[in-house]
């Protein structure tokens, strides 16, 4: 069974910084593609960012040079860290299994919360 456990959310001013995490656990981690997605409010599920199994990554433009997904293969969990966050970051944020958005199973999520 897929398990994925999401961690790290808060309330942060804008400008600040949030470090996400994810544990995985029911499926071979380290040869798996991995996402985060959030749904903003008032809007739909967003893709956010993939790392790949090779380590490849890839991430939407709103979130380049501001987001950074990594991963501990050793440690079976995904991380996300948040900086430079706006008030349009606010959302509930998933980590996902696969590379297919919308992605079929995710997390039951972390709220992140830009506000001043």
């Known amino acids: 069974e897929v398990r994925l456990v999401e961690s790290g959310g808060g309330l942060v001013q804008p400008g600040g910084s949030l470090s996400l995490s994810c544990a995985a656990s029911g499926f071979t981690f380290s040869s798996s593609d991995m996402m985060w997605v959030r749904q903003v409010p008032g809007k739909g599920l967003e893709w956010v960012s993939t790392i790949y199994s090779t380590g490849y990554i890839s991430s939407t433009g709103s979130v380049a040079g501001r987001f950074t997904i990594s991963r501990d293969n050793a440690k079976n969990t995904l991380y996300l860290q948040l900086d430079s966050l706006r008030t349009d970051d606010t959302g509930m944020y998933y980590c996902?299994?696969?590379?297919?958005?919308?992605?079929?199973?995710r997390g039951q999520g972390t709220q992140v919360t830009v506000s001043s």
């Open positions: 996902a299994k696969g590379q297919t958005f919308p992605p079929a199973e």
